[in-house]
């Protein structure tokens, strides 16, 4: 009897689901800080942008997960 295989590429698709994570906080909040810097309220815009690319990337994460998880973790 053979072992089954590894899965050895599950690794990489784990870190492309943090790296989208850091992005989308990081893109949002470079908007709020440029719309900050045109509308001169400094932290405002900034603080909102990084809070909703937090939640964009948060629930990017959750959908994935809940798609692999009904799917068997195939």
Same mark, same amino acid.
């Given at each position: 009897? !053979?072992?089954?295989?590894?899965? *050895?590429?599950? &690794?990489?698709?784990?870190? &492309?689901?943090?790296?989208?994570?850091?992005?989308?906080?990081?893109?949002? =909040?470079?908007? &709020?800080?440029?719309?900050? &810097?045109? $509308?001169? !309220?400094?932290?405002?815009?900034?603080?909102?942008?990084?809070? $909703?690319? =937090?939640?964009?990337?948060?629930?990017?994460?959750?959908?994935? $997960? /809940? /798609?692999?998880?009904?799917? =068997?973790? *195939?």
């Amino acid at each position: 009897m !053979t072992p089954a295989p590894k899965n *050895e590429g599950s &690794g990489y698709e784990y870190f &492309g689901m943090s790296l989208n994570f850091a992005i989308a906080i990081l893109l949002f =909040g470079a908007a &709020g800080w440029f719309l900050d &810097g045109w $509308v001169h !309220t400094r932290p405002l815009f900034t603080i909102i942008g990084a809070f $909703v690319g =937090g939640f964009a990337g948060f629930m990017s994460i959750y959908y994935k $997960v /809940k /798609k692999d998880t009904a799917k =068997g973790g *195939e």
